[in-house]
């Protein structure tokens, strides 16, 4: 059976294709102002390399922020549902996800099923998101991809006192002025959003396995921060930010 | 390359008074994390001011701030009594004798300021945003400070004419010249707010609308601030954003109270308030040391 | 005097609220010790006198320090409420 998930995101919109629970096309693009076009380009292209029509997606679930608004699709799920899926499916022994996205940061207790067990939100603020990590690269001038390596570089911890990205980021140019090394910055960056992403976790209770998704995965100095304010290794699935829109094209197959 | 965040940096001393018969001369320093005042007392009055962006170093920022509190004025640090530092990087301020936090300063300010019928503060300053219940001797009576979200705050509207390309003295003006009030932005964070107002900009909305939207927006989360703590008559003002003619009528219109009107610059309050902290605490030292 | 400490952000309004003027009565100070976080202290105020205050690194996180303390369902009564004999203490949520 051949079904899709669209994962409508704040920055990105994501689709997955799935048959019998195997990835064959996937697609990102800039979600911009116009978020359902972007879908249906990222659809489009899916499509293309999966190599087969749209009629031969038997059913398409939308998922994410702006989920009402999705082109294709019959029926909608939350990002937590959604999340908790996609783990569960290729990792059977994940108990807590961590979901680090543009714009929101959410940690999932679930069940050896993938039922959600308890969920904790982090929305509507940028501080604790990947629109945090974007802000601070322009501070620091440097583009966003270079700030994870650079923060590994990093030597010394630097307390940030600023819990707003919009403080912290004249924080970072005062501590660029009193020429304080840039690795350093950047891995306070990274250590006040794991913060604040641990203090999520906290809240519903993490247990092992901890699997982290979400675009901000990528990031290698946000990475090595959370595992050292966890207190334990993550386990970061291939195309971590996809797996929102996996769960909903599993979730497309349930029905 | 045009900076429209900033705004002007001034000073002020009144000429007509000669500081020297004075008995009582203190001083105010008001450091916060985006700007700064220093301000001087005579024997209970306004003597002289300056309101200058804070440096990234705070101790150079109060000394600087002092210095231009006294050009001109042919006083020195020497003759002034006693000072009292406030605001965010208080405890940095080297020439000072005591450290008092902005809350009670504040009370203290606006009570000169406005007069003995104010209950109810309102200020809103670079980073963080206070609501202070005081009695009629300027003592506080209940308070809470948000600090920890731009949203709110002044940093929050310098990003907003940054990227309106407006010169924040005249995002409020601009935003009232709007035929309809327009939905508020629905974001509460300043960055997605942003990101919100970008889009309606490209949409067409002109950048009145826009900022009218975002002062709305601001206008009401000031607003739950406020029925927090509580709002009691008379009520007033301080901080730079008692200037944002676009923020305060939008509130006033909300919780359907007039904000008292300003006679004083309303960035003054912290400054205000420590200088006349340090005449009580500099007679209460001239008594005792008296004694001995 | 009645001081908020705390924040308010995208998710909502998060505060302590201490009645001063009732701490100052106080020789037990069983709030502080009786708090699992060490969220609370005794702090000199501006006006001189003894009272319990929130730690200045936790005003900003409260939601997150309290959270332990209040589970969604069948929540105790909450431990620093509890330990104050006058009533001054009380949360926002």
């Known amino acids: ?255 | 390359m045009v900076e429209y965040w900033r705004w002007k940096e001034y000073r002020w001393h009144d000429e007509s008074k000669d500081w020297r018969k004075g008995e009582f001369i203190t001083a105010g320093v008001d450091v916060g994390s985006v700007s700064s005042q220093a301000l001087v007392v005579v024997d209970g009055e306004l003597y002289s001011f300056s309101n200058m962006r804070t440096g990234s170093d705070s101790p150079e920022s109060a000394r600087k701030a002092m210095a231009w509190a006294l050009e001109g004025t042919g006083m020195t640090l020497d003759d002034i009594g006693f000072v009292v530092g406030t605001g965010y990087g208080r405890v940095n301020v080297p020439f000072s004798n005591k450290a008092i936090t902005e809350i009670a300063c504040h009370a203290r300010g606006a009570n000169y300021m406005y007069g003995s019928s104010v209950r109810t503060v309102l200020d809103m300053g670079g980073q963080d945003c206070k609501v202070i219940r005081c009695d009629e001797k300027g003592k506080v009576t209940a308070f809470a400070m948000n600090d920890k979200c731009a949203a709110g705050t002044g940093r929050g509207m310098e990003v907003f004419a940054d990227l309106l390309a407006i010169p924040i003295e005249e995002v409020g003006e601009l935003s009232l010249q709007v035929d309809e009030e327009p939905e508020p932005v629905s974001s509460t964070c300043v960055v997605f707010a942003k990101s919100e107002a970008t889009g309606l900009l490209r949409e067409g909305w002109p950048k009145s609308k826009v900022l009218a939207a975002y002062c709305s927006a601001m206008a009401h989360r000031i607003v739950t601030l406020l029925e927090q703590v509580g709002i009691e008559k008379e009520f007033a003002i301080t901080g730079g954003i008692g200037k944002n003619i676009g923020v305060v009528k939008r509130l006033e219109d909300e919780i359907g109270i007039k904000a008292l009107p300003p006679t004083y610059d309303t960035q003054i309050a912290g400054a205000l308030g420590a200088a006349l902290f340090a005449q009580n605490l500099l007679k209460k030292k001239l008594a005792e040391a008296s004694k001995t | 005097m009645k001081a908020h400490y705390g924040y308010k952000d995208g998710s909502g309004d998060w505060f302590i609220i201490i009645d001063t003027d009732k701490c100052v009565e106080c020789d037990d100070r069983g709030c502080v010790p009786a708090c699992p976080w060490d969220v609370l202290e005794i702090i000199l105020d501006d006006y001189d006198d003894e009272v319990c205050a929130v730690v200045e690194d936790q005003r900003k996180k409260i939601k997150y320090s309290c959270a332990p303390c209040k589970p969604d369902r069948d929540r105790p009564p909450l431990p620093c409420v509890a330990a104050c004999p006058y009533d001054a203490l009380e949360h926002s949520w």
């Open chain 1, 1 to 255: 059976m051949i079904t899709a998930g669209i994962d409508m995101g704040s920055k990105t919109v994501k689709v997955v294709i799935i048959r019998d629970g195997e990835i064959i096309g996937k697609a990102k693009t800039l979600a911009g102002f116009e978020a359902g076009g972007a879908a249906e380009q990222a659809f489009a292209q899916a499509l293309d390399e999966a190599g087969i029509a749209i009629d031969d997606v038997e059913a398409i679930v939308a998922t994410g922020a702006g989920r009402k608004n999705a082109p294709y699709s019959t029926r909608d799920i939350t990002e937590v549902g959604g999340d908790a899926r996609g783990v569960i499916r290729l990792f059977p022994s994940a108990r807590t996800v961590l979901d680090v996205g543009a714009e929101e940061g959410r940690a999932i207790r679930c069940t050896e099923d993938g039922k959600v067990l308890d969920f904790a939100l982090n929305e509507k603020c940028a501080a604790g998101a990947g629109a945090f990590t974007e802000s601070m690269s322009r501070a620091l001038e440097v583009p966003v991809e270079e700030l994870g390596p650079m923060s590994l570089k990093s030597t010394k911890s630097i307390p940030m006192n600023a819990q707003c990205a919009v403080f912290a980021e004249s924080e970072v140019v005062t501590l660029v002025h009193l020429k304080t090394p840039k690795p350093d910055i950047a891995r306070a960056v990274h250590d006040a959003i794991a913060s604040r992403i641990v203090s999520l976790a906290r809240k519903v209770g993490y247990e092992p396995d901890v699997v982290l998704i979400g675009g901000v995965a990528h990031n290698p100095g946000f990475v090595d921060s959370l595992e050292r304010a966890l207190e334990c290794k993550v386990i970061i699935p291939e195309n971590p930010e996809f797996i929102g829109a996996y769960g909903a094209a599993l979730a497309a197959a349930e029905a």
